[in-house]
């Protein structure tokens, strides 16, 4: 697809998309116009008109339509209008456009191109993702940065859908260390893949104990964005746990759709990816711990005491708590050996923030009153919102061991999110500015855009936005 920005519509599209905000009055494009009593701008309708072979769409979008609301109006428009696009496309953007609003937009309509059928033999492309498609901008205003704005945040999350979406058996550690090499190559990022030997080697055993039990190699990945004249450091870990089993406490229900248990790790791939391309001007150091939580002879124990990087032992109660472990040699190895001065961890931790929250928003863990708040902001401005839950000391009980430093799992049937964050905070070295997101519920989901559970990219967007915000 190739973008052109025009001030007005071409001679040559076969569709033109025209937003309206609820009007009383009648609906004038042109030299187009449609009675209020057929359409009047109410959110979420539509009214087709052609006129010399060209489909105008005119679309509602309320009264007071927020950023997040236009772009899933537009998302749905790519989705379920698809039959009206062909090979050139024409979005008029009206002069109340502004440039939220237009990356929004533009941001929509290429997540609704989005198909599932990725090994379909007959594999469907939505018209807009043609190689030859145009989509034609149409607009007085200079609205070209925050068209691209739209547009590379949604090549991001579409890369991240993929991730995702796609089987263990395609995505396994080694194809995500593969893409994260492709990344760095492309946008000059310094990649280093620690496999399974020298990741012993250097004492990331917590990692390593979690992967031993699959034919998959684990991998370590990091990523290093350093823009010359950085203006702040931020630290970036994302569970990567291509395929869950539960390991030796074997799950007993929802297995299939355990691909998904890599979507932290896919969400913070996305938004270096993001970062990158917007060259943003502060220093990101990323790592996705990457492995499977299989079962064979070579597997963790319940009861087993592990290492870890950070030299504190483990007690395993629980292998089914397992990308707790690999995020605490992530978030040791970062602050040894990068000690960025702010880190985020984002994961699909626990069914508990799931049972907190249900699928509206993801569980916010952190100490530090302004990074919450910043974290909130971001949240709100994206849709992808947080709220917090305590860390409050009262609940350290709950992971400490008597024959180990720390025990990964409290055993209780509550307050499991927590005292999860709680051992992920035993490994922070006491960090001023950590913190620690729980997006269980919000990542993998059941939605309108398709007929199963798939991912929502959550995190590329609210990371790099609170990025960009600093």
């Known amino acids: 697809m190739k973008i052109k920005h025009l001030n007005k519509v071409s001679s040559t599209e076969s569709l033109v998309l025209v937003p309206v905000l609820e009007t009383e009055e009648t609906v004038q494009y042109l030299s187009l116009s449609v009675s209020n009593s057929i359409f009047s701008g109410k ?84 018209p807009l993702q043609e190689v030859r498609s145009v989509l034609n901008i149409v607009n007085t205003s200079n609205l070209q940065k925050a068209v691209e704005l739209g547009l590379k945040t949604a090549q991001a999350q579409l890369e991240t859908f993929h991730l995702v979406d796609l089987p263990p058996n395609k995505i396994t550690p080694k194809h995500l260390a593969n893409w994260a090499t492709d990344l760095g190559k492309k946008f000059k990022l310094e990649v280093e893949i620690i496999g399974a030997k020298k990741a012993k080697e250097i004492g990331l ?102 290492e870890s990087y950070s030299g504190h032992t483990i007690e395993i109660i629980d292998t089914d708590a397992e990308g707790r472990l690999i995020l605490a040699d992530g978030l040791s190895y970062l602050i040894k050996n990068y000690n960025p001065e702010t880190i985020i961890d984002i994961a699909t931790l626990t069914g508990s923030s799931v ?44 992971i400490e061991s008597e024959i180990a430093d720390v025990k990964n799992y409290s055993g209780k049937p509550v307050a499991g999110a927590i005292s999860a964050a709680k051992f992920l905070e035993f490994f922070t070295e006491n960090h001023p500015s950590w913190a620690h997101l729980d997006i269980a519920g919000v990542s993998f989901v059941d939605d309108e855009f398709a007929k199963t559970k798939h991912a929502t990219a959550f995190g590329v967007q609210l990371i790099t936005t609170f990025i960009q915000n600093q």
């Open 355 to 398: 049972a907190t929250f249900g699928y509206e928003c993801g569980a916010l863990f952190t100490n530090n009153e302004q990074l919450s708040k910043k974290l909130q902001e971001a949240g709100t401005k994206t849709g992808e919102r947080l709220w917090p839950l305590p860390l409050w000391e009262v609940y350290q009980s709950d």
């Open 205 to 306: 055993h917590a990692f390593i104990s979690v992967g031993k039990g699959s034919a998959n190699e684990p991998q370590f990945i990091v990523l290093d964005y350093q823009p010359k004249n950085a203006q702040k450091h931020f630290g970036l870990v994302g569970k990567g746990i291509t395929f869950d089993t539960g390991g030796l406490n074997i799950k007993t229900a929802g297995m299939v759709h355990m691909k998904c248990d890599m979507a932290g790790g896919a969400a913070v791939l996305g938004a270096m990816q993001l970062i990158a391309d917007l060259k943003l001007p502060h220093r990101v150091t990323a790592i996705v711990p990457a492995c499977e939580n299989s079962v064979d002879a070579q597997s963790f124990l319940p009861s087993d005491v592990i």
């Open 43 to 126: 959110k979420d309708t539509h009214y087709a008109l052609e006129k010399v072979g060209v489909v105008y769409l005119f679309i509602g979008l309320g009264k007071k339509p927020l950023v997040t609301d236009l772009n899933k109006i537009f998302r749905r428009v790519a989705k379920k209008q698809a039959s009206f696009f062909q090979k050139e496309t024409s979005l008029f953007l009206p002069d109340f456009f502004t440039d939220e609003w237009a990356a929004a937009a533009v941001n929509g309509l290429v997540l609704g191109t989005y198909q599932l059928g990725h090994y379909k033999k007959e594999k469907r492309v939505h």
